[in-house]
């Protein structure tokens, strides 16, 4: 079955870059929509990002100017990059799956990483 | 972007008993809403898409129902595991977006 793994640093200074990585393992990357969410502590969640295999990208309006994600299909791997950080970007952040093209990742998400905690804080 | 309004904030009830969940979207979904538990320390879990389905191996104690704008959830039976917390998310427009969340207490 499909398992997501999140990795990176768990701090980051203030104004810095914050990078995770997300490996795919027991199937492949190709024909679905990959997404970032997070979560700030004791809140609610918050789609980021997705990325489909072919390279087909959209953010979410309120941190598009900061962010970038990225897709290696020969890893298996997706990756997020959020720029100049504050400490309102401390939060859990998950990886995770939603549908196919048919749909154009218009799906639920049917799969979750477990989460990687990220704390902004010099 | 589309703003789900989840009511109560918090119920609280006993094993056994029925809960009852509702989302409200702030323009029409669709059906293409989805029921997420989430339980302390954990990711959240897809127990319902597109506003009935259940997802693979969740129990028949859940069910769900709605459109456009108006969405239940229903926990038949309350398990103790159940207790959590439960998010409805629309997914027919970018961005994609959560509601705040119903807290599920044991009374």
């Known amino acids: 079955q499909v398992q997501l793994q999140e990795s990176g640093p768990g701090l980051v200074k203030p104004s810095e870059t914050l990078s995770l990585t997300c490996t795919v393992s027991g199937g492949s990357i190709r024909s679905y929509y990959w997404s970032w969410i997070r979560q700030p502590p004791g809140k609610g969640l918050d789609w980021i990002a997705y990325?489909?295999?072919?390279?087909?990208?959209n953010y979410n309006p309120s941190l598009r100017s900061r962010v970038t994600i990225l897709l290696d299909a020969s890893k298996n791997q997706f990756s997020l990059e959020l720029s100049s950080v504050t400490a309102a970007d401390t939060a859990v952040y998950y990886c995770v799956r939603h549908g196919g093209m048919v749909r154009g990742g218009k799906d639920a998400f049917d799969i979750w990483g477990q989460g990687t905690t990220v704390i902004a804080s010099s | 972007e589309i703003v789900l309004t989840q009511s109560p904030a918090t119920l609280s009830l006993s094993p056994g008993e029925r809960a009852t969940l509702s989302c409200r979207a702030s323009q029409s979904v669709s059906n293409y809403l989805a029921w997420y538990q989430q339980k302390p320390g954990q990711a959240p879990r897809l127990l319902i898409y597109d506003a009935s389905n259940r997802a693979t191996g969740i129990p028949a104690r859940f069910s769900a129902s709605g459109s456009g704008t108006d969405f239940t959830l229903t926990i038949n039976s309350l398990e103790p595991e159940d207790f959590a917390v439960y998010y409805c998310?629309?997914?027919?427009?970018?961005?994609?977006?959560f509601g705040q969340g119903t807290r599920l207490e044991i009374k």
């Open positions: 990325i489909y295999y072919s390279g087909i990208t």
């Open positions: 998310q629309q997914h027919i427009n970018w961005p994609l977006t």
